[in-house]
């Protein structure tokens, strides 16, 4: 069984970089597609109801004890959300950076550092994130040169929203909350157990919304709602259409910035994988390469647009099991049965 | 964590060789042009020699069924691959623009090489003669025309409108487009700004404006570069004004649209120099106030008569008056719009003199 303490910073490091990587450029367009004007605050509300999940998992964490079966789930679900983003990120950059190098090549990279790193020390992976925080400030750096561009009228009308639009909104918000449930499995970790307060899971929160809602305002003012129905990656387009004079694609700058944090993201995800690995098992290098093969050979049969379109349809099913039900069932068992031993 | 830094860096870097385009592989097209229409496109490419070949200009023209088609058969005529990564203008015929514009433009937007911010303009007659004009450039020939729309950004007669921001207006009901209107000049066979094409739900509508009333628009659009300069005789005294701020307020009075301009300008020339006068001053805000204002309302004519709401008041009405903007078609909404501008006039520069 693996031994590591962590701090609080870098629990929420971690989840943030998990939950951000990959998904934060693509979101926006499904979301604003489906809420329109009201995407962002379909957006605060999911995120609103997510801080109370973490709260929730940070109560009774403590009684998320997984057995053998679940735990083969849990990875199971991982390394495929892993399988996902790595084709996504394949066909992205495909289409904005890579159209000429072979798709293996490009995962067979992104895989090897993940491999690198989870056969590291555990330091490796948890300060790993550390290298992103400049980029993150980068990164809004360049989205704010496009605040003059902006049409604040687009903000508008708010609040007139059908429950259909309601619900798919909630249904595509879903997606930035991705790996979630990854804070029960590295709660246990924290050096100090009440150093966490619920202060700083909020504020957590708060700075993961504001970091969504920031881009996806910028993609609702930016373009117009029939451009969004046919641009699925507005930030790295809004990005492509600023014009600075030291750089002259500056979507391209970014493309290697968010293949970074992806390629991070993933080295998490699998992380996580191969921690509940670890648990079951001792020798996990052999499992660690063959699982490391198996999640580059994946995704070369799935680079299509319909393919990643279904796919990342597929996800947000997966997340609401994976992410909220069956981690509350877990719970709910292990209380229950905390409570019959109390009792007998 | 030394290492994987440097690991993650080096490799995702290296990962780049198959997309190389060394630059002797390629042919960069910084100008083209379109005439005729979609089935029967011709294409005009302006193509700058480079390295050993610099200062030579080649014009290459094709026709094809579509923008694609037309860089296809161009590309057969170079040895190089042709590339439009460094486009910075696209020139298109008034005639061509006059059938949705947006047909022309796809190609564009779809390939992640192509840049976003290409000057559009619109030519009087066909954009052959300013395509081959390239050849008189000399080392201006890469950004001659995305030069000439950046000057006059910056004097306000041309809005800030490249092709990301031409497809925003192109896919929006609540406004519509304006570009850079140019032609060749009867004197001396030299291309020169027109004014402003005005546009009508993506098609030209044949109509433009002059350069001064082009300034105009753009003041009613609060949408100046950094300078913004027009000229009224008072008095038999030519007294030039540079626009310095403009705060915009508008009331919605059912179909009644009333858009109050509160300007702070700068004089520039004004030889008369009796502003130590208050009255006297107070007497030329007067004038020039009612100047604007007379020649705003003959803008919005020029505009509800080209149905073309280059001022966005389809994006304020589907922001905040929805009841109106949800009635019907927005543009056949819009000419029954009735538009009263009002401008008041504070001079607050007057330069180094009183």
Redesign the interface.
Known sequence: MAKFTISNKQLFLFLFILQTGTVFISFQSRVINAAEQNAWIVFVIVSGLHLLLLILFDKYYKYFKMNKFEKWLYQLYWYSIVVIFLTYIDFVLK????????AF??IS?MA??SL??NL?KY??IF??SV?LIPFIFVFFAMLSLSTK?L?W?????IG?IELKQWMEGFGKTIYAFIGIEAYLILRPFVQDKKQITYRKIALYQLIFTLFFVITIIYSLL???L??IQ?IPVTIM?LL??Q?ITFLQRL?LFFT?IW??WS??SITLFMFLGLHLYKTMYTRSIKFTVFIHIVVSILPAFFITREMVKKLHDGLLYTHLFFGILFPLFIMLRGWRKSLREKNS | ?KK??S???I?????????ERPNKDIAIVPMIGFDGEIGELKGYFGIPGQQQNAGEFSFLKAEGASVEEVRQKIDLQVSEGVDLSKLSSILISDQLAEHDLYSLLDMYYRN?RNR??TSMLITEGSAEPFIKYGEKMGGNVNNYYSQLVKGFVQKSIFPDI?L??A??YL????IDLVLPYIKISNENDVPEVGGLALFDEGNFTGKTLKREESILLNVMMDKIGKYAYITYMDKNVPVTINIKQINKDMKWDGTTIHIDYKIKIGIMEYYKNDFQNKERKKELEKFLQQKLTTDMEKIVKILHDANSDAL?LG??A???H?DLFEEGKWKDIYPTLTIVPKVSINITDTGVMD
């Open positions: 289409l904005w950076a890579f159209p000429l190098t072979p090549i490009v990279l090897i550092i690198y790193a590291s330091a490796v300060n790993i290298i561009d049409t009228t687009n903000f508008f009308p007139e930016f373009f117009s029939k451009e046919i387009y492509k259409s014009e979507d290697y293949m970074t390629v991070i | 964590m994987i830094v690991i993650v860096f490799v995702l870097l290296l990962s780049g060789c198959w997309d992640a976003l911010n490249d990301q921001l497809c925003s896919l929006d009901e609540g966005g994006r304020i589907r922001a905040f929805q």
